[in-house]
Protein backbone atom coordinates (compact mmCIF):
# COMPACT_ATOMS: atom_id res chain seq x y z
CA UNK A 1 0.00 0.00 0.00
CA UNK A 2 1.24 3.15 -0.86
CA UNK A 3 2.10 5.64 1.39
CA UNK A 4 -0.42 8.08 2.77
CA UNK A 5 -0.73 11.73 2.85
CA UNK A 6 -0.81 13.38 6.27
CA UNK A 7 -3.92 15.21 7.13
CA UNK A 8 -2.11 18.51 8.20
CA UNK A 9 -0.75 21.20 5.51
CA UNK A 10 -3.96 20.90 3.71
CA UNK A 11 -4.66 24.19 3.79
CA UNK A 12 -5.12 26.22 -0.40
CA UNK A 13 -1.87 28.02 -1.80
CA UNK A 14 -1.42 31.25 -0.24
CA UNK A 15 -2.37 30.28 3.30
CA UNK A 16 -0.71 29.31 6.91
CA UNK A 17 -1.48 26.85 8.94
CA UNK A 18 0.27 25.26 11.88
CA UNK A 19 2.38 21.66 11.32
CA UNK A 20 3.79 20.54 14.61
CA UNK A 21 4.32 22.10 17.66
CA UNK A 22 5.38 25.62 17.07
CA UNK A 23 6.20 25.12 13.60
CA UNK A 24 3.67 26.48 10.22
CA UNK A 25 3.66 25.77 6.98
CA UNK A 26 2.99 28.05 4.45
CA UNK A 27 2.36 27.61 0.88
CA UNK A 28 3.99 30.03 -1.55
CA UNK A 29 3.01 30.06 -5.06
CA UNK A 30 5.56 28.91 -7.53
CA UNK A 31 5.10 30.18 -11.63
CA UNK A 32 5.35 26.38 -12.81
CA UNK A 33 3.72 23.40 -12.48
CA UNK A 34 4.49 22.03 -8.99
CA UNK A 35 2.32 24.88 -8.19
CA UNK A 36 3.69 25.49 -4.40
CA UNK A 37 7.07 25.33 -2.59
CA UNK A 38 6.48 25.03 0.91
CA UNK A 39 7.80 27.41 3.56
CA UNK A 40 8.27 26.24 7.15
CA UNK A 41 8.37 29.12 9.99
CA UNK A 42 9.59 27.80 13.53
CA UNK A 43 8.40 30.39 16.34
CA UNK A 44 10.99 30.96 18.87
CA UNK A 45 11.63 32.90 21.76
CA UNK A 46 14.63 35.30 20.05
CA UNK A 47 12.00 35.46 16.98
CA UNK A 48 11.29 33.15 13.97
CA UNK A 49 13.13 31.05 11.66
CA UNK A 50 12.10 30.52 8.04
CA UNK A 51 12.64 27.71 5.96
CA UNK A 52 12.79 28.18 2.49
CA UNK A 53 11.41 31.12 1.54
CA UNK A 54 10.29 30.26 -1.48
CA UNK A 55 10.37 31.63 -5.75
CA UNK A 56 10.88 35.27 -5.97
CA UNK A 57 8.28 37.24 -7.98
CA UNK A 58 5.11 39.63 -6.98
CA UNK A 59 2.71 36.74 -6.12
CA UNK A 60 5.13 35.17 -3.82
CA UNK A 61 6.19 38.28 -2.13
CA UNK A 62 2.21 38.93 -1.48
CA UNK A 63 1.53 35.66 0.19
CA UNK A 64 4.31 36.50 2.63
CA UNK A 65 2.52 39.36 3.37
CA UNK A 66 -0.54 38.12 4.19
CA UNK A 67 0.34 35.19 5.66
CA UNK A 68 2.82 36.77 8.36
CA UNK A 69 -0.03 38.72 9.15
CA UNK A 70 -2.19 36.02 9.34
CA UNK A 71 0.33 34.59 12.39
CA UNK A 72 1.33 38.00 13.69
CA UNK A 73 4.83 37.69 12.31
CA UNK A 74 6.29 41.39 11.25
CA UNK A 75 8.71 40.96 8.40
CA UNK A 76 10.22 43.65 9.61
CA UNK A 77 11.40 42.83 12.91
CA UNK A 78 10.16 39.11 13.80
CA UNK A 79 12.20 36.93 11.77
CA UNK A 80 15.30 35.77 13.50
CA UNK A 81 16.88 33.83 10.47
CA UNK A 82 15.94 32.27 7.42
CA UNK A 83 17.40 28.64 6.42
CA UNK A 84 17.66 27.15 2.98
CA UNK A 85 17.79 23.89 2.24
CA UNK A 86 19.58 24.03 -1.21
CA UNK A 87 20.23 26.53 -4.16
CA UNK A 88 17.05 25.91 -6.00
CA UNK A 89 15.44 29.11 -6.96
CA UNK A 90 12.13 27.91 -5.78
CA UNK A 91 13.68 27.55 -2.23
CA UNK A 92 16.50 30.60 -1.96
CA UNK A 93 14.64 32.71 -4.49
CA UNK A 94 13.18 34.90 -1.86
CA UNK A 95 16.42 34.59 0.39
CA UNK A 96 17.58 38.23 -0.34
CA UNK A 97 14.08 39.70 -0.47
CA UNK A 98 13.44 38.61 2.86
CA UNK A 99 16.84 38.70 4.91
CA UNK A 100 17.30 42.17 3.69
CA UNK A 101 13.68 43.30 5.09
CA UNK A 102 14.30 41.45 8.11
CA UNK A 103 17.79 42.48 8.81
CA UNK A 104 18.52 39.06 9.65
CA UNK A 105 21.01 36.55 8.91
CA UNK A 106 20.90 34.00 6.16
CA UNK A 107 22.13 30.56 6.16
CA UNK A 108 22.56 27.31 3.70
CA UNK A 109 25.35 24.57 3.58
CA UNK A 110 28.85 25.70 3.05
CA UNK A 111 29.37 23.77 -0.33
CA UNK A 112 25.63 24.83 -1.39
CA UNK A 113 26.77 28.54 -1.05
CA UNK A 114 30.07 27.71 -3.69
CA UNK A 115 27.86 26.18 -5.90
CA UNK A 116 25.06 28.40 -5.89
CA UNK A 117 27.44 31.43 -6.32
CA UNK A 118 28.99 29.76 -9.33
CA UNK A 119 25.52 28.65 -11.09
CA UNK A 120 23.65 32.05 -10.17
CA UNK A 121 26.48 34.15 -11.38
CA UNK A 122 24.81 36.40 -14.42
CA UNK A 123 28.13 36.75 -16.09
CA UNK A 124 28.44 32.86 -16.49
CA UNK A 125 28.78 31.07 -19.70
CA UNK A 126 25.33 29.85 -20.68
CA UNK A 127 27.40 28.53 -24.25
CA UNK A 128 28.20 25.64 -21.80
CA UNK A 129 24.86 24.01 -20.40
CA UNK A 130 24.20 24.55 -24.74
CA UNK A 131 27.14 22.34 -25.72
CA UNK A 132 26.22 19.88 -22.79
CA UNK A 133 22.81 19.40 -24.01
CA UNK A 134 24.41 19.06 -27.30
CA UNK A 135 26.75 16.68 -26.73
CA UNK A 136 24.26 13.85 -25.08
CA UNK A 137 22.32 14.36 -27.92
CA UNK A 138 19.87 17.24 -27.98
CA UNK A 139 19.12 18.80 -31.15
CA UNK A 140 20.47 22.38 -31.18
CA UNK A 141 16.84 23.49 -32.06
CA UNK A 142 15.33 22.36 -28.57
CA UNK A 143 18.95 22.79 -26.78
CA UNK A 144 18.54 26.90 -28.00
CA UNK A 145 15.22 27.59 -26.00
CA UNK A 146 16.49 25.84 -23.03
CA UNK A 147 19.31 28.21 -22.64
CA UNK A 148 17.34 31.35 -23.50
CA UNK A 149 14.78 30.00 -20.92
CA UNK A 150 17.37 28.64 -17.86
CA UNK A 151 16.85 31.04 -15.12
CA UNK A 152 19.53 33.33 -14.59
CA UNK A 153 17.50 36.08 -12.45
CA UNK A 154 17.96 34.44 -9.09
CA UNK A 155 19.54 36.96 -7.04
CA UNK A 156 21.86 35.54 -4.16
CA UNK A 157 22.46 37.44 -0.44
CA UNK A 158 25.17 39.16 -0.71
CA UNK A 159 26.32 37.20 2.33
CA UNK A 160 25.10 33.45 3.03
CA UNK A 161 26.47 31.82 6.77
CA UNK A 162 27.60 28.75 5.85
CA UNK A 163 26.65 25.71 7.80
CA UNK A 164 27.98 22.21 8.46
CA UNK A 165 26.54 18.87 8.23
CA UNK A 166 26.56 16.87 11.20
CA UNK A 167 26.06 19.36 13.94
CA UNK A 168 23.06 21.05 14.90
CA UNK A 169 21.38 24.37 14.63
CA UNK A 170 18.85 26.05 16.69
CA UNK A 171 15.73 26.71 14.59
CA UNK A 172 13.21 28.41 16.71
CA UNK A 173 13.25 27.02 19.88
CA UNK A 174 14.38 23.43 18.53
CA UNK A 175 17.97 22.31 17.98
CA UNK A 176 18.04 20.59 14.36
CA UNK A 177 20.71 18.04 13.40
CA UNK A 178 21.77 18.96 9.95
CA UNK A 179 21.73 16.01 7.53
CA UNK A 180 23.85 16.17 4.21
CA UNK A 181 21.73 14.19 1.90
CA UNK A 182 23.06 14.37 -1.79
CA UNK A 183 21.16 13.54 -5.05
CA UNK A 184 18.95 16.67 -5.75
CA UNK A 185 21.49 19.35 -6.01
CA UNK A 186 24.99 18.03 -4.41
CA UNK A 187 25.21 19.07 -1.03
CA UNK A 188 21.28 19.42 0.01
CA UNK A 189 20.77 19.57 3.86
CA UNK A 190 17.80 17.83 5.69
CA UNK A 191 17.15 19.12 8.99
CA UNK A 192 16.01 16.85 12.25
CA UNK A 193 14.32 17.81 15.44
CA UNK A 194 14.79 14.79 17.17
CA UNK A 195 12.83 16.12 20.21
CA UNK A 196 9.94 16.38 18.24
CA UNK A 197 10.34 13.99 15.67
CA UNK A 198 10.13 16.20 13.16
CA UNK A 199 12.17 16.16 9.74
CA UNK A 200 12.42 19.16 7.68
CA UNK A 201 13.32 17.27 4.09
CA UNK A 202 13.47 19.98 1.93
CA UNK A 203 13.64 18.32 -1.82
CA UNK A 204 15.20 15.30 -0.40
CA UNK A 205 11.79 13.33 -0.19
CA UNK A 206 8.62 13.98 -1.38
CA UNK A 207 5.25 12.35 -1.70
CA UNK A 208 3.69 12.29 -4.52
CA UNK A 209 6.24 13.08 -7.22
CA UNK A 210 9.63 11.81 -6.72
CA UNK A 211 12.84 14.32 -6.87
CA UNK A 212 15.07 15.48 -9.96
CA UNK A 213 17.99 13.36 -9.29
CA UNK A 214 20.26 14.99 -12.59
CA UNK A 215 23.47 15.54 -13.90
CA UNK A 216 23.85 18.62 -14.85
CA UNK A 217 27.56 20.62 -16.34
CA UNK A 218 28.65 21.05 -12.44
CA UNK A 219 27.14 17.73 -11.04
CA UNK A 220 29.51 15.78 -8.64
CA UNK A 221 30.25 12.15 -10.15
CA UNK A 222 27.27 9.57 -9.54
CA UNK A 223 24.07 11.94 -7.75
CA UNK A 224 22.20 9.08 -8.26
CA UNK A 225 24.22 6.57 -6.75
CA UNK A 226 25.08 8.85 -4.03
CA UNK A 227 21.02 9.96 -3.65
CA UNK A 228 20.50 6.35 -3.10
CA UNK A 229 22.83 5.91 -0.57
CA UNK A 230 21.64 9.00 1.37
CA UNK A 231 18.15 7.63 1.48
CA UNK A 232 19.49 4.16 2.75
CA UNK A 233 21.18 6.21 5.31
CA UNK A 234 17.94 8.00 6.66
CA UNK A 235 16.66 4.16 7.19
CA UNK A 236 16.74 4.73 11.04
CA UNK A 237 15.89 8.30 11.64
CA UNK A 238 13.57 8.70 14.29
CA UNK A 239 10.94 10.88 12.75
CA UNK A 240 7.26 10.54 12.78
CA UNK A 241 6.30 13.49 10.81
CA UNK A 242 8.01 14.84 7.22
CA UNK A 243 7.56 18.54 6.08
CA UNK A 244 8.73 18.00 2.47
CA UNK A 245 8.89 21.14 0.30
CA UNK A 246 6.59 20.11 -2.54
CA UNK A 247 3.13 18.38 -2.29
CA UNK A 248 1.88 16.52 0.92
CA UNK A 249 3.59 16.07 4.52
CA UNK A 250 3.42 12.35 5.40
CA UNK A 251 4.53 10.41 8.47
CA UNK A 252 6.00 7.26 6.88
CA UNK A 253 9.25 7.87 6.96
CA UNK A 254 10.93 4.15 5.78
CA UNK A 255 7.93 3.47 3.60
CA UNK A 256 8.61 6.27 1.78
CA UNK A 257 12.38 5.50 1.48
CA UNK A 258 11.50 2.13 0.16
CA UNK A 259 9.00 3.50 -2.39
CA UNK A 260 11.66 6.16 -3.46
CA UNK A 261 14.27 3.14 -4.13
CA UNK A 262 12.23 1.27 -5.54
CA UNK A 263 10.87 3.71 -8.30
CA UNK A 264 14.49 4.02 -9.11
CA UNK A 265 15.32 0.57 -9.78
CA UNK A 266 11.95 0.45 -12.11
CA UNK A 267 13.44 3.57 -13.68
CA UNK A 268 17.12 2.02 -14.03
CA UNK A 269 15.20 -0.92 -15.57
CA UNK A 270 13.28 1.45 -18.46
CA UNK A 271 16.25 3.06 -19.31
CA UNK A 272 18.32 -0.10 -19.82
CA UNK A 273 15.28 -1.49 -22.24
CA UNK A 274 14.89 2.02 -23.64
CA UNK A 275 18.05 1.32 -25.72
CA UNK A 276 16.06 -1.52 -27.66
CA UNK A 277 19.39 -3.49 -27.41
CA UNK A 278 21.30 -0.58 -29.74
CA UNK A 279 23.50 2.01 -29.40
CA UNK A 280 21.59 5.54 -28.21
CA UNK A 281 22.34 8.80 -27.10
CA UNK A 282 21.11 10.29 -23.75
CA UNK A 283 18.56 12.52 -25.00
CA UNK A 284 16.76 9.73 -27.60
CA UNK A 285 16.65 7.61 -24.61
CA UNK A 286 15.02 10.32 -22.33
CA UNK A 287 12.74 10.63 -25.17
CA UNK A 288 11.82 7.26 -25.07
CA UNK A 289 12.05 6.83 -21.33
CA UNK A 290 9.54 10.00 -20.58
CA UNK A 291 5.83 11.82 -22.30
CA UNK A 292 6.32 12.63 -25.65
CA UNK A 293 4.43 15.95 -24.88
CA UNK A 294 7.12 17.89 -22.36
CA UNK A 295 7.46 21.65 -22.84
CA UNK A 296 11.50 22.82 -23.33
CA UNK A 297 12.22 23.55 -19.76
CA UNK A 298 10.58 20.18 -18.94
CA UNK A 299 12.65 18.60 -21.51
CA UNK A 300 16.22 19.28 -19.85
CA UNK A 301 14.92 17.65 -16.89
CA UNK A 302 14.76 14.65 -18.66
CA UNK A 303 17.51 15.04 -20.17
CA UNK A 304 19.23 15.68 -16.67
CA UNK A 305 17.63 12.86 -14.88
CA UNK A 306 17.76 9.72 -17.83
CA UNK A 307 21.78 11.15 -17.58
CA UNK A 308 21.80 10.18 -13.71
CA UNK A 309 20.65 7.12 -14.72
CA UNK A 310 22.59 5.87 -17.39
CA UNK A 311 26.15 6.62 -15.43
CA UNK A 312 24.52 4.59 -12.85
CA UNK A 313 23.26 1.37 -15.16
CA UNK A 314 27.05 2.27 -16.83
CA UNK A 315 28.93 1.80 -13.36
CA UNK A 316 26.76 -1.40 -12.91
CA UNK A 317 28.32 -2.35 -16.00
CA UNK A 318 25.17 -2.50 -17.97
CA UNK A 319 25.80 0.01 -20.44
CA UNK A 320 29.38 0.91 -21.69
CA UNK A 321 29.34 4.12 -23.63
CA UNK A 322 30.64 3.99 -27.73
CA UNK A 323 30.61 7.91 -28.43
CA UNK A 324 31.57 10.96 -26.86
CA UNK A 325 30.30 13.98 -29.39
CA UNK A 326 28.10 13.08 -28.99
CA UNK A 327 27.63 10.99 -26.16
CA UNK A 328 26.07 7.29 -26.98
CA UNK A 329 26.38 4.00 -25.35
CA UNK A 330 24.81 0.24 -26.28
CA UNK A 331 23.59 -2.49 -23.24
CA UNK A 332 25.86 -4.92 -22.56
CA UNK A 333 24.73 -8.79 -22.43
CA UNK A 334 24.14 -9.70 -18.88
Request: proline share 8%; with cysteine.
Amino acid sequence: MAVAPSELGTQPVGEAAPVAEGIYQLKVPVPFPLVFVASYLIEGEGGWTVVDPGYDYPEAREVWELGARSLGLDLDSGVEKVVVTHLHPDHIGLARWLGERAGCPVFMGGEEILSARRLWDPTADTDRFFKFMLRHGMDEATARPNVLKRNSQTRLPDDITPLSPGEKLELGDGSYRMIHTPGHTDHHLVFHDERRRVLLGGDHLLLRITPNIGVWPDTAPSPLARYLDSLNSLRDLEADLVLPGHGPLFHDLGGRIEELLLHHEHRLDATLAAYGGREATPYAVSCRVFSPDLTDYQLRFALAETLAHVELLEERGLLERTGEDPVRHRPLSA
